[in-house]
Structure formats: structure tokens, C-alpha cells
């Protein structure tokens, strides 16, 4: 589910939609959470389905840490990519806004936090040659991940969290530990799809 202050809009003719903020979300606030109308789809499914049915799971969807795919039911499933993403998914199921949103700001994503079956091609962002986000990419980066939301996660009890109710009853004490300083942030790398282990284990 995604943030009640956003809307989907055009951004260009080229890049199509995105979501972008309403009101003023600051930084701490949960913009995203996997709830109980986004569809857990396993591969074995997604590679049984005709392949314009298959093309629709790629484009909207990411996969979790056991490979599924989770096909997001509402206008979350529109937000784009940015090398400087402003929300960056946790360990917990939920996305968190890791600087303020102000409104009409885009809301956007590191696609490489999306466990990628193949190399996304980006559009040109001001300040990054880099035009590729490869799978990866995921390895690389999560250390720069933790850090951004172990900071945001310093401002989870004085924002206001409209979407808190909707945090896994597997991961709410945990996630109140964290913004209670009681407990340390666990880290994106428990996301991370291992593909090898899978094919060792089936």
C-alpha cells in the first residue's frame, strides 16, 4: 500500500507516470508496505503464464528475498527509478522516505534493491553517468541502504505513520525496538534473492 498523500501523474510522454506527493512527507515516514491485497506470485506460476500476462508481472512486480514475485495492487507498482531514490525499501516489508518529500516531488526507487532478473536500462539522471542498474548492483549498494534508513528510521516515532498499522505482525516489535534505539537496524542484505542457493537446494 502506498502512501495516502501521493498520486499518480504523467511525467513525460518518455517515461510515462510516476507517483508524486501531495502533502509534505518527511523524512522516517513508511511510503510503501507490502500488505494483504499485493499478490505473491512464485516463479514456477509467473513461467506457466502467456507471455503477455508474464511481461505485465516483470515490468510491475520485484522479488523477494525466497524469489517470489510480489506484484503490487495499487499506484506503488508505478513508481520510477532514481540513483538518488528519496524512499529505500527495509528488511521489513516497507519502504521509508530517507530524506523529506516535499509536494509534487516524485517519489522514487533504487531498482537495484529489486532482486533484477536481467540489467534495467535507465534514462539519464544530472550528476550519474550511469545509465544501467545491473542485478548485482544489490550487493554493492546495501551498505549505503542500511545507512540511509538506519538515519531515517532516528525519525519513525515523530512523524506521522499512516501506514504503520499495516507493518507484518512478523516485524512490529522489531521495528519498534529500532526506532526505540533499542535494537540495530537489520540489514538489506536479508533481501537479497541468492539465486545459486536456490538451484543447490531444489
Not at 511525467?11 to 507516470?17: A, D, K, T
Not at 528475498?65 to 520510477?80: A, E, H, Q, T, V
Not at 546495501?142 to 499495516?166: C, G, H, I, S, T
Amino acid at each position: 500500500m502506498i502512501h495516502p498523500d501521493t498520486e499518480l501523474r504523467l511525467v513525460n510522454e518518455i517515461i510515462g507516470y510516476g507517483v508524486f506527493a501531495t502533502r509534505f512527507i518527511p523524512q522516517g515516514t513508511i511510503t510503501w508496505v507490502v500488505d494483504e491485497l499485493d499478490r505473491k506470485i512464485d516463479e514456477a506460476c509467473v513461467l506457466s503464464l502467456d507471455r503477455l500476462q508474464q511481461n505485465h508481472i516483470f515490468k510491475y512486480s520485484f522479488r523477494d528475498r525466497n524469489g517470489d514475485y510480489i506484484l503490487c495492487w495499487d499506484i506503488g507498482r508505478y513508481m520510477n527509478h532514481s540513483f538518488r531514490a528519496n524512499c529505500i525499501s527495509t528488511a521489513y516489508d516497507f519502504e521509508i522516505a530517507v530524506r523529506d518529500i516535499y509536494p509534487d516531488e516524485e517519489l522514487t526507487d533504487d531498482y537495484a534493491c529489486f532482486n533484477l532478473d536481467e540489467p534495467f536500462e535507465c534514462f539519464p539522471e544530472p550528476g550519474f553517468a550511469k545509465t544501467k542498474v545491473m542485478p548485482d548492483d544489490f550487493l554493492l549498494l546495501y551498505p549505503e541502504w542500511d545507512r540511509k534508513v538506519a538515519d531515517a528510521m532516528n525519525y519513525f516515532n515523530q512523524v506521522e505513520q499512516p501506514l504503520k498499522q499495516f507493518i507484518s505482525s512478523k516485524f512490529i516489535d522489531k521495528v519498534n525496538a529500532v526506532a526505540a534505539g533499542k535494537e540495530r537496524l537489520d540489514s538489506m542484505l536479508n533481501c537479497y534473492y541468492q539465486r545459486h542457493q536456490k538451484l543447490i537446494t531444489a
